[in-house]
């Protein structure tokens, strides 16, 4: 399965791996600018804790002198509301990239044959023949049912469904 992570390291080799499984490229093209700007949302969101942290310990030190700490809280106070802003954007972000990551297949191997249609694809070996029957093969669950097993009607009646 694809992470982030990967993504964004081997961003070239999963794209091409996609467009060799005949997966559209809009969505996966979106990937480095939305980690760009989580990137950078990410990067200013720090600064502005890493001041929110100082500041405090100069509000603190001003406060034990006696001296006006006031237009330090005030800023501060929009400082803590820009963060919160940031902090949502990010929350944003990350779950539009993690829906992104999440919806890309598998990386298929080098070595598979390109094909974007079961009549494309080639069969390389098999392990065994299929078999064949002298009846209709019947389901699992008509088997079971016959078997006495399992009861769908009881089973509805239980769950209200």
Same mark, same amino acid.
């Given at each position: 399965?694809?992470?982030?992570?990967?993504?964004?390291?081997?961003?070239?080799?999963?794209?091409?791996?996609?467009?060799? &499984?005949?997966?559209?490229? !809009?969505?996966?093209?979106?990937?480095?600018? @939305?980690? $760009?700007?989580?990137? #950078?949302? =990410?990067? /200013?969101?720090?600064?502005?804790?890493?001041?929110?942290?100082?500041?405090?310990?100069?509000?603190?030190?001003?406060?034990?002198?006696?001296?006006?700490?006031?237009?330090?809280?005030?800023?501060?106070?929009?400082?803590?509301?820009?963060?919160?802003?940031?902090?949502?954007?990010? &929350?944003?972000?990350?779950? !539009?990239?993690?829906?992104?990551?999440?919806? @890309?297949? $598998?990386?298929?191997? #080098?070595? =598979?044959? /390109?094909?974007?249609?079961?009549?494309?694809?080639?069969?390389?070996?098999?392990?065994?023949?299929?078999?064949?029957?002298?009846?209709?093969?019947?389901?699992?669950?008509?088997?079971?049912?016959?078997?006495?097993?399992?009861?769908?009607?009881?089973?509805?009646?239980?769950?209200?469904?």
């Amino acid at each position: 399965m694809l992470d982030m992570k990967q993504l964004r390291n081997e961003y070239d080799l999963v794209e091409n791996a996609m467009a060799r &499984r005949g997966m559209p490229l !809009e969505d996966i093209q979106r990937f480095p600018a @939305l980690d $760009n700007s989580r990137r #950078e949302l =990410l990067q /200013v969101n720090e600064q502005l804790k890493n001041r929110r942290n100082t500041v405090s310990q100069e509000v603190a030190k001003l406060k034990k002198s006696g001296e006006d700490a006031e237009p330090l809280i005030i800023e501060m106070r929009d400082v803590s509301d820009r963060i919160s802003s940031l902090d949502e954007q990010l &929350r944003k972000l990350e779950t !539009e990239l993690q829906d992104l990551v999440l919806s @890309l297949p $598998n990386i298929p191997h #080098e070595s =598979l044959p /390109v094909g974007r249609s079961e009549a494309e694809n080639v069969e390389i070996r098999r392990w065994a023949e299929a078999p064949a029957f002298s009846f209709e093969p019947k389901t699992h669950w008509d088997i079971a049912q016959e078997l006495g097993i399992l009861d769908f009607e009881a089973a509805a009646k239980v769950t209200g469904s």
